[in-house]
């Protein structure tokens, strides 16, 4: 079989964690490629996400690591033998792969949390302030390539907007709210589509205003999402090399307590939306 140029964050989680359970359980690469009747190098590509594995090699490999969380096991074994081509997949070769890996990692989401400082949240963004941050922060684009950028931003929605919605918590600082990306008539839109969304019950927003004390959390824009176990929660923290997707418990562990610090220096969600409305109206 062919290895993967360029797995998916999806196919690097399931070998990181087929690793974890590895080293937990104190063996080699070698020693578990042994008992697969594999060469070392294949079981270095498995746990790199570059070459996949059966559903029954992988329940042997538990069974040989004597992982006996049978939840965590059966939610690998949902990750290797998942064949989902969603909507994303149209996208490929189109856009960068982290675009991509995006969408992907909250379709699967079980819920989504996020704290967003500058902008409005990509899930929440109107297709005109999308194309508006777009243009700025990539003011070479051509429309052939601004265009799908701005239709895979709206199409992320389907995560808390489809048949099954995905609970989804965001805290947004007032200071995102008031920047003009573009021109009142965009601002104005968009404070609208806030208010529509808050309609849904398995959305929260919640607003920090610039008057709140206590409140130092200018770098806190982060996004967490749950998987199907705690094990396999994934973050995602935006920084001038990319997007970095942190899996390591210390990690996931700093990322929640930053959300409920945040979280405490926000207004509650009736008042979150009352303040939305009043600054609607300013516009």
């Not at 990181?16 to 060469?39: C, I, Q, S």
């Not at 700025?136 to 931003?153: A, F, I, K, Q, T």
């Not at 404070?191 to 806190?220: K, M, N, Y």
């Not at 199907?228 to 700093?254: H, I, N, W």
């Amino acid at each position: 079989m062919a290895l993967r140029a360029r797995p998916t964050a999806r196919q690097l989680r399931l070998g990181t964690e087929l690793r974890k359970l590895r080293e937990a359980a104190g063996m080699t690469a070698r020693d578990t490629a042994a008992l697969l009747g594999v060469n070392a190098a294949q079981m270095t590509h498995i746990e790199s996400g570059r070459s996949g594995v059966s559903e029954v090699r992988l329940r042997r490999l538990a069974a040989h690591y004597a992982c006996t969380d049978e939840a965590l096991i059966g939610a690998l074994t949902d990750m290797t033998t998942d064949r989902t081509r969603g909507w994303w997949e149209e996208f490929r070769g189109v856009l960068p792969p982290v675009f991509l890996d995006v969408a992907e990692l909250e379709h699967h989401a079980t819920h989504l949390r996020e704290v967003v400082i500058t902008h409005v949240p990509g899930l929440l963004q109107t297709a005109d302030y999308a194309r508006a941050v777009f243009s700025y922060m990539v003011p070479d684009l051509p429309p052939s390539e601004l265009e799908p950028r701005v239709e895979h931003r709206i199409r992320r929605r389907a995560a808390i907007d489809g048949d099954d919605p995905t609970p989804y918590e965001t805290i947004i600082h007032e200071f995102a709210l008031r920047i003009r990306v573009s021109d009142r008539r965009v601002a104005h839109a968009q404070l609208s589509a806030i208010l529509g969304q808050i309609e849904h019950e398995h959305t929260t927003v919640r607003i920090v205003p610039t008057d709140q004390d206590g409140f130092a959390g200018a770098g806190a824009s982060m996004m967490y999402t749950g998987g199907q176990v705690p094990q396999l929660d994934t973050g995602l923290r935006d920084s001038p090399t990319g997007t970095a997707f942190l899996d390591a418990e210390p990690q996931l562990k700093r990322l929640r307590t930053l959300f409920r610090k945040v979280e405490r220096a926000s207004l509650d969600p009736t008042a979150s939306r009352d303040f939305i409305h009043r600054l609607s109206k300013e516009l």
